[in-house]
């Protein structure tokens, strides 16, 4: 009996050890089943990565390219932009110098007409003067001198506005023939202009004026000799200083 019972429980031993030994099999299996798994997780998820790094890696190089290429259109602009720059404000500058030169030069010319006139007038004033205050008798056969004087003595009291207007006409057809005497047009006076009546002819002795500096009295008109430049064209210039004394006089 004794005998019988140790074989049971060595059986039961033996069954038991078996047992264990199956779970630790089994869980051995498990282990594995779930290490495996892991690893299958595991490599799922790096070729997953992997796979995804491979595809953003051409949008990460294409973002990067496009970058350096905006960076160097920017770079570019701004140089652009500062070539630009510096060339307009040397564009301005040289403009500026060029205005300073220009009015610096009108400046001068401006000083050197104003002094050749004031040197003119200086001089037409002194020979109007000195004619002026010459006696009658040492004058001479002058009729262009006698006419002015019998002119001004008989209207400026009087009429010295219309005076004044019929020397500044008297003046300027002295001064066109001055300035152009080979010129047909300025050799002739029409007296028969409307202009003319009201400005000289309205005024005695005016017309003896015109004729004192060389023109001569026709049927209408006034005309000086086609060579009337050669004979006594260089007395015009005197007689327009003298025109200028006398209107100066009446202007102050």
């Known amino acids: 009996e004794g005998a019988r019972q140790r074989v049971v429980e060595a059986e039961e031993a033996g ?4 047992a264990e030994v199956e779970q630790a099999k089994q869980r051995d299996v498990v282990k594995q089943r ?35 290429e905006i ?22 500058g040289a403009e500026r110098r060029r205005h300073s030169d220009e009015a610096e030069a009108m400046n001068d010319k401006r000083r050197a007409l104003q002094e050749a006139e004031e040197l003119r007038r200086e001089r037409a004033d ?12 040492d ?33 300027k057809y002295v001064d066109n023939l001055d300035k152009n005497s080979c010129d047909e047009k300025f050799q002739r006076i029409n007296c028969e202009n ?7 002819g309205a005024f005695e002795g005016a017309v003896d004026v015109l004729i004192g500096c060389g023109f001569k009295q026709g049927e209408g008109v006034l005309a000086v000799e ?27």
């Not at 790094?53 to 051409?58: C, G, I, S």
């Not at 002194?126 to 008798?137: C, D, G, L």
């Open 139 to 171: 004058r001479g056969p002058d009729s262009f001198i006698q006419t002015l004087m019998a002119l001004r003595k008989r209207y400026k009291d009087t009429d010295p506005a219309g005076l004044l207007t019929c020397l500044h006409t008297l003046r």
């Open 226 to 252: 086609p060579d009337f430049w050669r004979t006594k064209g260089m007395r015009l210039q005197s007689a327009l200083n003298k025109f200028d004394f006398l209107i100066g006089q009446l202007a102050k």
């Open 126 to 137: 002194a020979e109007a003067k000195q004619q002026a205050e010459q006696p009658e008798q």
């Open 34 to 68: 779930r290490e495996l798994e892991d690893q299958q997780r595991s490599e799922e998820e790096r070729v997953r990565r992997e796979a995804l790094e491979a595809e953003e890696e051409p949008k990460r190089i294409a973002a990067e390219q496009a970058q350096r």
């Open 194 to 200: 409307a202009a003319f009546k009201t400005r000289v």
């Open 71 to 92: 960076d160097r259109r920017c770079r570019a602009l701004a140089e652009a932009d500062r070539r630009a720059k510096e060339q307009a404000e040397q564009a301005e």
């Open 15 to 18: 069954r038991r050890q078996e």
